[in-house]
């Protein structure tokens, strides 16, 4: 997976940095995250194709994460977008976009699939394909908001072909059904088994995006030993009274979430504009976590 920020400012865009959206892009297709205005533009800057993009997941209903959906919606009808696109995110979406259709604002071809919730206290499957889930869990803010979650599942061990030659099992369909998990018979007493030639399962990873949000018990649970926990900073401990009030996290609170969760890199995002330079929200997150990136808009992260 390729992790790429497409805005990491809070509340308005400055002149570097566009208001949140997320991309994680996989090797035919795309999720978005989050889609404040102006993701668009971010969205080419990217080299991401907007008909690649297979599914959308709004946190919540501030304008800096969902004001941009209209015109990435209507840009993906006037390119003649056919295929269904998958929408999840807190109820009041699907009026919003009803409207919008309604005044003749938006122009939709293609089907929005649309999936809404007005509480989530339990960590809910809200997507998947063969390859991964998408799980989402009400967070801590002023309105109801929500994390996600993406687990790649697990892959097969890979193939040895020395190991298949060693052992004479003729290249073909026979290689085929050891790959598929399946033992082959040789001759009368030899049957080789899938686990004499393929490498051990290599786990899926896992990426958190916990954006706008105290410190709570459920970022801790989406973040459960990830790969990468995306989390917002939106202030520096000075402002810890600023960002309990406001629904926000300080960078120390999100490296302790990051630290006790278990989770192997931490991304920060999400800053207020009064940090013109965010050096001092990377230096109190890593204090506390050392494996702690600073967002920028268009940085690309393999996870
Ligand atoms: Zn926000
Ligand atoms: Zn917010």
Redesign the pocket.
Known sequence: MRVIPLGTS??KPTLKRNV?ALAVAREAEWLLFDCGEGTQTQVARAGLSPNRLSAVFITHL?G??FNGLPGLLSTMGLDRRSRDLRLTGPRGLGEYLDMLERLRVAFLTYPVELKEFASLPEPTLVYETSDYTVTALELDHRLFALGYRIDERPRPGRFNVERARSLAVPEGPLWGRLQSGEAVQLDENRIVRPSDVMGAVRPGKSVAYC??TRPCAMSLELARDVDLLIHEATYTEDFASEAQQYGHSTAAQAARTARDAGARRLLIT?FSTRYADPTALLQEARAIFPDTLLAEDLLEIEV
Do not use: P
């Open positions: 809070s509340g949140s501030h800096d994460h954006l706008d999400h």
